[in-house]
């Protein structure tokens, strides 16, 4: 991995994500990737990593909560792995009448 010019930041409003990324126990797939990602980055650059409270007028987070919310409804097309919900999440409690 190249020397990029300058520090990386990295700009989210998932909390979620960013305490996954600092605890010590790594149970996701997608965490340990983008632990290491990082780890590997920050050997040659300085990566910082900031929340940002959502729906507050950072610049891009309201464009980059547009697109989530388009990449959310689209049919997954991309790499492996896909990441869904969890079942319990996918589906609405309750009965459903045909």
């Known amino acids: 991995m190249k020397k990029l010019l300058g520090p990386v930041r990295y700009q989210t409003n998932s909390q979620a994500a960013l305490y996954a990324l600092k605890s010590p126990r790594i149970t996701s797939q997608v ?57 319990s999440y996918s589906y609405p409690q309750g009965s459903i009448d045909n």
């Open 31 to 87: 965490v340990l990737e983008c632990t290491n990602s990082l780890a590997e980055l920050g050997q040659r650059n300085k990566v910082r990593l900031v929340w940002v409270p959502g729906h507050s007028s950072v610049a891009g987070n309201e464009e980059a909560d547009a697109l989530a919310r388009k990449g959310s409804s689209d049919i997954f097309t991309g790499p492996e792995p896909a990441v869904g919900l969890p079942y």
